[in-house]
């Protein structure tokens, strides 16, 4: 390597570097508060139904900002909108820190969500930016394993600050290097300059029905279970206005001349495909982000530290399947390897599917491994595959489409597994309760022990057989829901076998960008 080409090398390492710390803050507190809601909760004062809203609120505004990070960089240029989005989201950490109820927390988590949210596209079109060649390959690596790396470690990271010091310092840990990233960025990052003019000719009446369609949309997904769906009037309210106001956006996108968010990018089929896969891994992603801690500490009985460690091993299975990636990467066609990475995530949940009341961090060390470590197989190569076949004057639109498609997965995965919980624990419960009979000689040798247990304190019978029935509703009603953890993760897996089977649908994408076709 030449002087000259080192010194462009680090001129592209360095910004990025910068980049992708504010994208993995930013992706890592999705999920950092995931394990620590009841201490939030408790500490505010909060009921029960309030809790929720604290990563209900994030994931709202987020989602709503992610797909005009596009037009929001042409109007304020990469370097100035990267810069105050690390401002702000560091701004409104400390705000987090410092709410003094429910109710300032859930603002304040709102628009730590919407002033950080433009950090995580920018990540990956500046990985096209600043790498091109045989380099894509280091950068797409280093995308995909933040995107997939972050949610997962949020939980464990989150549930060891709680207990080692207290629910305020989730938010404080981002200070110093918020203000790190924030001061560092507009000096490092020069890629394109601002262009106001286009706050004139915006399509605001396209912005609104955007924001009205996900914030709606979003609700639903995040509270729908809890309200027992469509049986509670505001879900089924914001549902409709999700549907409308979406089919309104999508007529009013195409029609546009200069729209907010490029729909038309979905002709391309490269980046169509890459986000119904970008929608599978936020759908696994965040669904076993989810659903394993959810298990932990309801059926298990674990505490957030404990349960942190239990996960550990996904984000070092992760981290080991990086070095893994980029070698294999240098010699194999990514298609391949995308298709490896998704098969070995659905082979997981089909492990996972197995599960049992008493399993813990041994059981889940294989099934977490076969997770982890080729989980930047399934992620990188979307982001070349789908978004490095675009042209650059579209990449920046199409980004946050392809970035809202992940975060809308991971919406719909846990929105639908909540929903399977719900359903087959009620099922299994019955079926598990139709066959406690006295024809069960099992059950009714517990039955009997228990209550002679408590009937040896005179005048405790009848004590004694409530006690035992009581045990016995326990232990159906964990055996129910440990069986329907395992239906959720079989659904998962379901989606996975769908996905790893539409890959060879997209082309190749040559090493300066543009797509090859199939078998080139």
């Not at 801690?293 to 530290?305: D, M, N, Q, T, W």
């Amino acid at each position: 390597m030449s002087e000259s080409s080192s010194v462009n090398w680090i001129k592209s390492l360095v910004p990025f570097v910068v980049i992708c710390f504010g994208g993995f803050m930013a992706l890592l507190d999705i999920q950092i508060v995931a394990s620590s809601l009841q201490n939030i909760g408790g500490g505010l004062s909060a009921a029960q139904d309030e809790i929720s809203w604290v990563q209900t609120a994030y994931l709202i505004a987020e989602i709503i900002v992610i797909p005009l990070s596009g037009w929001l960089t042409r109007v304020f240029s990469t370097r100035w909108l990267f810069t105050a989005s690390a401002a702000g989201f560091t701004a409104t950490s400390m705000l987090c820190g410092l709410a003094w109820n429910i109710n300032s927390m859930i603002l304040f988590r709102a628009l730590q969500g919407a002033l950080g949210a433009s950090m995580v596209p920018i990540v990956f079109t500046t990985s096209l930016h600043y790498f091109q060649g045989p380099r894509r390959v280091y950068s797409a690596a280093v995308v995909g394993s933040i995107a997939s790396i972050a949610p997962t470690l949020g939980p464990v990271i989150g549930g060891w600050i709680t207990d080692t010091l207290n629910w305020h310092w989730l938010f404080y840990v981002n200070l110093v290097p918020g203000m790190v990233i924030t001061l560092l960025a507009p000096l490092l990052i020069d890629i394109d300059k601002p262009d106001l003019r286009l706050m004139r000719d915006a399509d605001y009446t396209g912005i609104v029905l955007m924001a009205i369609c996900l914030g709606t949309l979003e609700y639903v997904l995040e509270e729908g279970t809890r309200w027992n769906w469509f049986d509670d009037s505001t879900i089924k309210t914001c549902a409709y206005i999700a549907a409308f106001s979406g089919l309104l956006f999508i007529v009013r996108s195409l029609t546009f001349e200069r729209p907010v968010v490029d729909l038309r990018a979905f002709a391309d089929r490269n980046f169509s495909v890459g986000c119904f896969l970008s929608f599978v891994t936020g759908i696994g992603i965040f669904s076993t982000v989810y659903l394993t801690p959810l298990f932990l500490g309801y059926v298990r009985g674990f505490s957030a530290s404990q349960t942190g460690m239990a996960i550990f091993s996904t984000g070092v299975a992760s981290l080991v399947g990086v070095p893994i990636y980029v070698i294999l990467a240098k010699r194999i066609d990514t298609r391949w390897l995308m298709m490896a990475g998704l098969a070995s995530f659905g082979a997981a949940m089909w492990s996972y599917s197995f599960i049992t009341h008493d399993w813990s961090a041994n059981e889940l060390l294989v099934p977490q491994i076969l997770r982890g470590l080729p989980q930047v197989f399934a992620v990188a190569p979307a982001v070349n595959l789908g978004l490095g076949s675009l042209p650059p004057e579209r990449l920046k639109y199409a980004s946050g489409l392809f970035n809202m498609m992940r975060n809308l997965g991971g919406a719909v995965g846990i929105a639908v597994c909540g929903a399977i919980l719900n359903a087959r624990t009620n099922f299994h419960f019955v079926a598990i309760a139709s066959n406690l009979t006295p024809a069960n000689v099992p059950m009714m040798r517990l039955v009997h022990d228990v209550a002679q247990r408590y009937g040896a304190i005179p005048g405790s019978l009848h004590d004694g057989q409530v006690a035992a029935i009581k045990q016995l509703w326990r232990l159906a009603y964990r055996e129910a829901s440990t069986l329907a953890y395992a239906d959720a993760f079989y659904a998962i897996m379901l989606a996975f076998a769908v996905a790893t089977f539409l890959v060879p649908l997209m082309r190749n994408v040559s090493s300066s960008g543009g797509a090859t076709p199939a078998g080139h």
